[in-house]
């Protein structure tokens, strides 16, 4: 299986930096994506930011200039950066990865359990 472990949320002041960890298990799976998703109360999960196999790298219209994702080169674990926190920046953070079995062709997307990110004015 999948499976992902998110850390470094917390509660912080506008204008301020966090870094969030994602650390990726994958026995037996090839992981074709890594990305942050974050959803606010009442809305809809968002992209964020999400890196390739071939190190092409997408971030969502919000992220663009203060967010940044990295991997620690393995892809055993994925960050995000995340500079100049905005209060609207409140969210649940979660870790994705969109990986398929070995010798099988199907993509499935898989979650961690997400890791709450507070901005308070």
């Known amino acids: 299986q999948v499976q992902l472990v998110e850390s470094g949320g917390g509660l912080v002041q506008a204008g301020e930096s966090l870094r969030l960890t994602c650390v990726v298990s994958?026995?037996?799976?090839?992981?074709?994506?890594l990305g942050w998703y974050r959803q606010a109360p009442g809305k809809e999960r968002e992209l964020v930011a999400q890196?390739?196999?071939?190190?092409?790298?997408n971030y969502g219209d919000s992220a663009m200039g203060r967010f940044t994702i990295s991997t620690d080169g393995a892809w055993n674990t994925v960050y995000l950066h995340a500079n100049n926190l905005k209060p609207e920046d409140t969210a649940v953070y979660y870790c994705?990865?969109?990986?398929?079995?070995?010798?099988?062709?199907?993509?499935?997307?898989?979650w961690g359990q997400g890791t709450q990110v507070t901005v308070s004015f």
């Open positions: 994705n990865a969109r990986a398929r079995r070995w010798g099988r062709p199907s993509l499935n997307d898989y």
């Open positions: 994958r026995s037996g799976f090839t992981v074709d994506v």
């Open positions: 890196i390739t196999g071939d190190n092409r790298i």
